[in-house]
Every structure is written in C-alpha cells, then in structure tokens.
C-alpha cells in the first residue's frame, strides 16, 4: 500500500475537496481519483462519497482515516530516522503566496546548493491553512504571517521581515499626500480576510478614511499590476519582490503610525527534520540579507 495515496486521502478528508487536494500536491484531480479507487480496491471498501465538488468520507471511510493519520505521521517519522545524520529527505514546506512570489525562490536556490540529497514538497494557503496543516503534521514548517494568537510551546518562530504598510500609487503621484490619495483615487483593496487586508482596514478606520473602492483582491502581485495600469490606489505591506520591480509605481509612508506585517517561519521543536529545518532557516536568512543589501529594505 502507497503511504503517500494515505496521505492523499487525509489531504481529500481535510480540505473536503479532490480538486483541493490535487492543487496542494501539484497533480491532477484525474491522478486522485486513481489512487483513491487503487486505495478502494485494495481495502475492499468504499472510502469516500462523491457529491459534486465535495467529497465526505463513508464510515468505513472514518474507520481508516483515524488509523491512516498515525500510520502516515509513523512512516515519515520513520523514514526521517533512516536518513538521520544525512542531509537528505524530504522537507514539506508551506508558504504563504506573497512569500511564494518573493524571498521563498532566492532561498530555495540557497537550500538546493547545501542540501542536493532534499526532496522538497512546496504547498502553498493562507496562514491559517498552514498553521492548520503544521498542527495535523501535513507539514514541516510553514512560511507565514505570525499568528495572532500565542504559539504552544512546542513550536518554534523565526522572523525573516517585517513589511509596513504603504500606500501603493502609480508613478506620477509620488509626491502627494498619502491620505489625500486613499480619499480621492480609486480604491483597490486588499482582502480584508488577510492579515495584511485588516491592518489596512484598520489604519483607514484610524484615519477616518473612506475610500472610493473600486475592486477587493486577495493577491498583492495583481493589485500592484492594477495599480501600475493607473485604475488606482491602493494599500498594502511593503513587500519586496523581482515582479513589481519593472512596474512604474510609488511606495509612500503613511504619516500616521502602525504596526508592520510580520513573517517569518515556524515550526515543530520536536521535528524529525530538524537538520534540514535549520539549514532552510540559514538559507532563509542569507536570502534576506541579500534582498536588503540589493533593494534597501
């Protein structure tokens, strides 16, 4: 039996979803749903009950989910054990999009170069999707916004950056006042579902700034390609990333003060993997003090 079409099917079970479960692992849903009939077939029972998009496991099904949790938590912490005292393995990482899409290449770049023996899987969810993911033992370490909440004392936290929040505006308006753009521009909002989308929120409450809102998006890559387009402003934390660097807008402070988005990586102190952990964490750190000394921030 295939541990990994196990971890599939817990993967299925958590996020309700084959097609959920095929986008985190990077396969198609096709590729799914075979290993779960081979899984069927091989069991002699019927795991899940398939209606529309949602998927919701039988009882036969919960039967072996609750088994299929320790079995695969044993297998990893097994191979883990194989592999201890070599630079080798595999490291599931989750990430954060905006991480993804910034700092998370220049370190993996670093990390392929001191660990050639790693398997890396890359998932990438909302903080909250990681932390739920590292908490169940989906994941190794996640790269993701620090919580809200206090860490249980088996975790670990590292911060790599923290990111203010600016008013992002096209090229041509650089120079003038931050809150008369948020009350005059167009207003593309960040996701107010998102960490970074309720500071914002909450800086324009502060303010006592209404916006003209235009369009809410959950993604700051495509916010910034709007705003470059001149459709209008908007505001975000200041990430530092290759693909906003050929975009022709402006970064400008807000007057009043607030606290910064703050990233960074966390993890389980008790993690088999703890060798490779650690050398993404250097990894990490070497990529953030390369982007500083490159960028300025």
């Known amino acids: 039996m295939e541990t990994a079409f196990l971890a599939n099917l817990l993967l299925i079970v958590d996020t309700g979803s084959m097609a959920e479960a095929a986008r985190r692992v990077g396969v198609t849903p096709a590729a799914i749903a075979q290993q779960m009939s081979a899984l069927e077939r091989e069991l002699g029972v019927t795991l899940l009950v398939r209606a529309g998009r949602t998927v919701t496991p039988t009882e036969a099904g919960h039967r072996i ?3 299929a949790r320790g079995l695969v938590a044993d297998f990893a912490e097994l191979k883990a054990h194989a592999l201890e005292g070599e630079a080798a393995g595999e490291l599931r990482i989750g990430t954060i999009t905006t991480a993804l899409l910034s700092l ?27 932390y739920d993911s ?3 033992g989906d994941l190794d370490v996640a790269i993701c916004l620090h919580p809200a909440f206090a860490l249980p004392k088996a975790y670990d936290w590292h911060l790599l950056r923290e990111e203010p929040l600016v008013v992002l505006a096209p090229q041509r308006l650089a120079g003038e006042d931050p809150h008369e753009l948020l009350r005059r521009e167009p207003f593309i909002r960040y996701d107010r579902s998102l960490g970074g989308g309720k ?10 700034i209404v916006p003209r809102e235009l369009f809410e998006l959950n993604a700051l890559m495509p916010i910034a390609m709007m705003v470059d387009r001149g459709l209008g402003v908007s505001l975000v934390p200041d990430i530092v990333s290759p693909m906003t660097a050929a975009l ?5 402070a807000l007057p009043m003060p607030i606290e910064p988005r703050r990233f960074g990586m966390v993890w389980q ?3 088999p993997r703890s060798r490779l952990i650690q050398g993404l964490l250097q990894c990490a750190d070497e990529a953030v003090q390369a982007s500083v000394a490159r960028n300025g921030r």
């Open 65 to 67: 989910i609750e088994r």
């Open 134 to 136: 590292l908490h169940r």
């Open 248 to 252: 022709s807008i402006a970064r400008i």
């Open 269 to 271: 102190r008790a993690s």
């Open 199 to 208: 500071q914002a929120d909450q800086y324009l409450r502060a303010a006592r």
């Open 104 to 130: 998370l290449p220049d370190v993996l770049a670093n990390f392929a170069r001191g660990f050639p023996r790693a398997k890396v899987l890359i998932r990438a969810g909302t903080s909250m999707e990681l």
